[in-house]
């Protein structure tokens, strides 16, 4: 079993639709939880990282289920430039301190 | 400020040659990041360094493979024999520390293909 899983999509969602992602992991001493965003043949970027309560930044907003170990992604109004790959990735601090990372789900938004 | 350089953006290589890959990591940065990109295994770490010290190789494929950081300005990765199944995009990426606040920084990552 990988150490995070993504389901890899593709979600084609019309514009102005929300839409959620999931991402586990199985290693439950996992510290910092984030999601990037990369766009087709470019690197990735930090989108927002994932706190306990929840975090929100605009459009998006992050969960984390710690009991469930799983986290999440919520995109509300999508716009097409939302249209990238979502990258999950965990951070433990025991793992000498490594990010482990999703293989990425993929989100098209179309007019 | 500049971001992280990489060079070259793109290499073709015939089987058996040395590769080499450059980056150049942000400014301050004490954490420089080796990674692999493939559609099949997503990005992989290769082996990362702190303050210009190797700290975890571990996922570094094979002896083919060898990474250095002479100064904190510089690193480079090279591949020596390559083969085709090296071909991926190999990305570097720098940050200022790690914790839980946490942000990796990349650079446009070199696309490389083994023929």
């Known amino acids: 079993r990988k150490e995070v899983e993504q389901d890899p999509g593709p979600f084609n969602v019309p514009e102005g639709a929300t839409v959620a992602f999931n991402c586990t992991y199985s290693?439950?001493?996992?510290?910092?939880f984030f999601w990037y965003r990369q766009d087709c043949r470019k690197e990735p970027k930090l989108l927002m990282s994932v706190y306990s309560s929840g975090n929100e930044d605009g459009r998006f907003t992050a969960q984390l289920n710690r009991a469930s170990q799983y986290i999440s992604l919520l995109i509300r109004d999508s716009k097409l430039s939302d249209s990238a790959t979502y990258l999950c990735v965990v951070f433990n601090a025991g793992n000498n301190r490594k990010l482990i990372w999703g293989l990425g789900t993929s989100l098209a938004v179309n007019p | 400020d500049a971001g992280v350089i990489q060079s070259p953006r793109h290499e073709v290589t015939e089987m058996g040659q040395e590769v080499t890959l450059r980056c150049k990591p942000i400014?301050?940065?004490?954490?420089l990041f080796w990674y692999r990109q493939t559609m099949m295994r997503g990005l992989e770490l290769l082996i990362y360094?702190?303050?210009?010290?190797?700290?975890?190789d571990s996922g570094m494929p094979e002896d083919r493979f060898s990474a250095k950081m002479p100064n904190a300005s510089f690193s480079t990765l090279k591949i020596q024999p390559s083969e085709p199944r090296d071909s991926a995009v190999y990305f570097c990426?720098?940050?200022?520390?790690?914790?839980?606040?946490?942000?990796?920084?990349f650079g446009p990552g070199t696309r490389l293909t083994v023929t």
């Open positions: 290693n439950s001493a996992s510290q910092s």
């Open positions: 400014s301050g940065h004490d954490y």
């Open positions: 360094f702190n303050n210009n010290v190797p700290i975890d």
């Open positions: 990426a720098s940050s200022p520390r790690t914790g839980v606040s946490y942000e990796q920084y």
